[in-house]
């Protein structure tokens, strides 16, 4: 099997020529016709100036346009540099100057943003009208590929959650491998439609595009991310196959429209990017009667790493907090600070290595040599297997709260309070204690029409997990909690006013 991108697109075009390809609002292009948009618009790549290796910035909210961009870049030998689009303008501009993208396209939606960088590349294509009026212009022809499948086939910069924003180079590759190490996972399959919901500036999304243009799915796509709105795709495109963070499945299974929508056409739920508690999976199970399929994985990864199948199978089984197994292809193993291999069950950092791991970060030796060492990949986070290697994620690293010499674990406090009929959703970080260095605090958005008191979610937890990993404090607020683009709750933003003026960020 060839390793570059330009095969994937070829292949779909011959094999399912005929067949339904892309739906996004009114617009509907079949393989063949997608194939040849793919073409022309590569064509007029190169036509302005595009060339090996140079980087094309995209600004633009979920399109076809968007698909056709990951693929008709990369495959003219240029890398794709996709921003994400809620980023504050100064780390847009950092984005921009980091990769040094000579082009930036743009879709309406964020064209404002787009002028403003515009200083910083050669030339700024916006969408729809001069975006159409080149491939209109272009010729349909074949796709050249990239020089080698070791090539770049994008940067995609991590979502700052965890420190500076780093580019993670992948390469084709990396994205060839990765498409087939989870096909058996991810029901993809020729003619079933899938619902884009992740962002497709982010791994999360762009880790399926290729592997469901590759088995000849119907990719759907929709606008803002309105619960009801996604309802009402699920039901009119006979969806077959979607993707969420925890936070959406939790706001669609609550939305008054759930009752009326035929959602039968739905088989498989799959999820990532955040850990789902048992409560919610419990019920997101029932309301949506699916095979659900839980993803962990990482941009360094090129996505999924292991995956939970039938998680719906396992509720009432310790299996449920499981990440699941490592794809075929991947390893996953536990290690020490010092190095050494951890026993099983006994909690370390999780190190990975498998043929769709990232070649490094753009321009960054020096933390690429900190994270890649002897082929394995140190991810951060915090984990354990089981005896049967199902991998248990019990945090990033730098969400442990070292309370008076004791380490907890902030995701397992949130899986205690989220089995409270209360607690919509939640957030535990540690905060500056002078007696323990650090207290274990919460943060609350109630249900609507329930009431919960701070010293009644703290007995709560009490009840399945240990007084000292409890919290001491529980903050009660209206708003949702801050989220990042991929719907990650952004624990950075909630610590930081507590630790302001303290000279450090850890007790």
Same mark, same amino acid.
């Given at each position: 099997?060839?390793?570059?991108?330009?095969?994937?697109?070829?292949?779909?075009?011959?094999?399912?020529?005929?067949?339904?390809?892309?739906?996004?609002?009114?617009?509907?292009?079949?393989?063949?016709?997608?194939?040849?948009?793919?073409?022309?618009?590569?064509?007029?790549?190169?036509? %302005?100036?595009?060339?090996?290796?140079?980087?094309? /910035?995209?600004?633009?909210?979920?399109?076809?346009?968007?698909?056709?961009?990951?693929?008709?870049?990369?495959?003219?030998?240029?890398?794709?540099?996709?921003?994400?689009?809620?980023?504050?303008?100064?780390?847009?501009?950092?984005?921009?100057?980091?990769?040094?993208?000579?082009?930036?396209?743009?879709?309406?939606?964020?064209?404002?943003?787009?002028?403003?960088?515009?200083?910083?590349?050669?030339?700024?294509?916006?969408?729809?009208?001069?975006?159409?009026?080149?491939?209109?212009?272009?010729? &349909?022809?074949?796709?050249?590929?990239?020089?080698?499948?070791?090539?770049?086939?994008?940067?995609?910069? !991590?979502?700052?959650?965890?420190?500076?924003?780093?580019? =993670?180079?992948?390469?084709?590759? &990396?994205?060839?491998?990765?498409?087939?190490?989870?096909?058996?996972?991810?029901?993809?399959?020729?003619?079933?439609?899938?619902?884009?919901?992740? +962002?497709?500036?982010?791994?999360?999304?762009? $880790?399926?595009?290729?592997?469901?243009?590759?088995?000849?799915?119907?990719?759907? @796509?929709?606008?803002?991310?309105?619960?009801?709105?996604?309802?009402?795709?699920?039901?009119?495109?006979?969806?077959?196959?979607?993707?969420?963070?925890? !936070?959406?499945?939790? @706001?669609?299974?609550?939305?008054?429209?759930? %009752?009326?929508?035929?959602?039968?056409?739905?088989?498989?739920?799959?999820?990532?990017?955040?850990?789902?508690?048992?409560?919610?999976?419990?019920?997101? *199970?029932?309301?949506?009667?699916?095979?659900?399929?839980?993803?962990?994985?990482?941009?360094?990864?090129?996505?999924?790493?292991?995956?939970?199948?039938?998680?719906?199978?396992?509720?009432?089984?310790?299996? *449920?907090?499981?990440?699941?197994?490592?794809?075929?292809? %991947?390893?996953?193993?536990?290690?020490?600070?010092?190095?050494?291999?951890?026993?099983?069950?006994?909690?370390?950092?999780?190190?990975?290595?498998?043929?769709?791991?990232?070649?490094?970060?753009?321009?960054?030796?020096?933390? !690429?040599?900190? =994270?890649?060492?002897?082929?394995?990949?140190?991810?951060?986070?915090?984990?354990?297997?089981?005896?049967?290697?199902?991998?248990?994620?019990?945090?990033?690293?730098?969400?442990?709260?070292?309370?008076?010499?004791?380490?907890?674990?902030?995701?397992? *406090?949130?899986? %205690?309070?989220?089995?409270?009929?209360?607690? @919509?959703? $939640?957030?535990?970080?540690?905060? +500056?204690?002078?007696?323990?260095?650090?207290? =274990?605090?919460?943060?609350?958005?109630?249900?609507?029409?329930?009431?919960?008191?701070?010293?009644?979610?703290?007995?709560?937890?009490?009840?399945?997990?240990?007084?000292?990993?409890?919290?001491?404090?529980?903050?009660?607020?209206?708003?949702?909690?801050?989220?990042?683009?991929?719907?990650?709750?952004?624990?950075?933003?909630?610590? /930081?006013?507590?630790?302001?003026?303290?000279?450090? &960020?850890?007790?």
């Amino acid at each position: 099997m060839q390793h570059t991108l330009d095969w994937v697109i070829r292949h779909a075009g011959k094999i399912y020529r005929n067949d339904e390809a892309i739906v996004d609002g009114d617009i509907r292009y079949t393989f063949g016709q997608f194939e040849e948009r793919v073409n022309r618009l590569a064509q007029a790549l190169l036509t %302005a100036g595009v060339g090996y290796r140079d980087r094309v /910035a995209v600004l633009m909210n979920n399109s076809h346009r968007y698909l056709e961009l990951h693929f008709a870049v990369p495959c003219v030998g240029a890398i794709i540099v996709p921003v994400n689009t809620r980023l504050a303008p100064a780390e847009m501009q950092y984005i921009i100057e980091d990769s040094g993208a000579k082009l930036l396209i743009v879709d309406e939606i964020n064209s404002r943003a787009g002028t403003a960088l515009g200083s910083l590349v050669t030339r700024v294509i916006k969408a729809p009208e001069e975006y159409e009026s080149l491939v209109g212009a272009a010729a &349909n022809i074949a796709l050249p590929g990239p020089r080698s499948e070791n090539d770049a086939a994008g940067l995609y910069y !991590t979502g700052g959650t965890t420190g500076p924003s780093k580019g =993670v180079v992948i390469t084709h590759r &990396n994205h060839m491998a990765h498409a087939d190490m989870v096909a058996s996972g991810m029901a993809y399959a020729a003619g079933k439609p899938t619902l884009y919901v992740f +962002p497709l500036f982010h791994l999360g999304a762009i $880790c399926g595009i290729y592997d469901a243009t590759w088995r000849g799915c119907k990719q759907v @796509f929709v606008g803002p991310m309105d619960p009801g709105l996604l309802l009402e795709t699920i039901e009119k495109e006979r969806i077959h196959h979607t993707a969420m963070v925890p !936070t959406l499945i939790n @706001f669609m299974i609550n939305h008054p429209d759930l %009752a009326r929508r035929d959602l039968s056409s739905l088989k498989y739920m799959a999820h990532g990017a955040a850990p789902i508690a048992p409560d919610l999976c419990r019920r997101a *199970v029932a309301a949506l009667k699916c095979k659900f399929v839980q993803a962990y994985g990482m941009s360094e990864a090129c996505g999924i790493v292991t995956l939970l199948h039938d998680e719906q199978d396992l509720l009432d089984t310790e299996k *449920v907090r499981s990440a699941g197994r490592a794809t075929a292809g %991947a390893e996953v193993k536990i290690c020490r600070t010092d190095g050494s291999l951890a026993d099983t069950r006994e909690i370390g950092e999780i190190l990975l290595r498998s043929p769709a791991v990232m070649v490094g970060y753009w321009n960054k030796p020096k933390e !690429t040599a900190e =994270v890649l060492q002897d082929d394995w990949y140190r991810s951060g986070d915090m984990g354990y297997l089981d005896e049967e290697q199902y991998l248990y994620v019990v945090d990033r690293n730098k969400d442990m709260i070292i309370s008076g010499g004791e380490n907890v674990y902030s995701v397992e *406090v949130e899986a %205690a309070l989220a089995t409270h009929p209360a607690v @919509f959703e $939640c957030a535990v970080v540690g905060i +500056p204690d002078a007696k323990w260095g650090e207290a =274990v605090h919460a943060v609350v958005v109630k249900t609507p029409g329930q009431e919960a008191s701070e010293a009644e979610l703290i007995a709560h937890c009490r009840r399945s997990i240990a007084g000292y990993k409890c919290p001491k404090s529980v903050h009660f607020q209206v708003e949702a909690l801050p989220k990042s683009a991929l719907g990650k709750i952004l624990k950075r933003d909630i610590r /930081a006013p507590y630790w302001v003026g303290q000279g450090r &960020n850890v007790g």
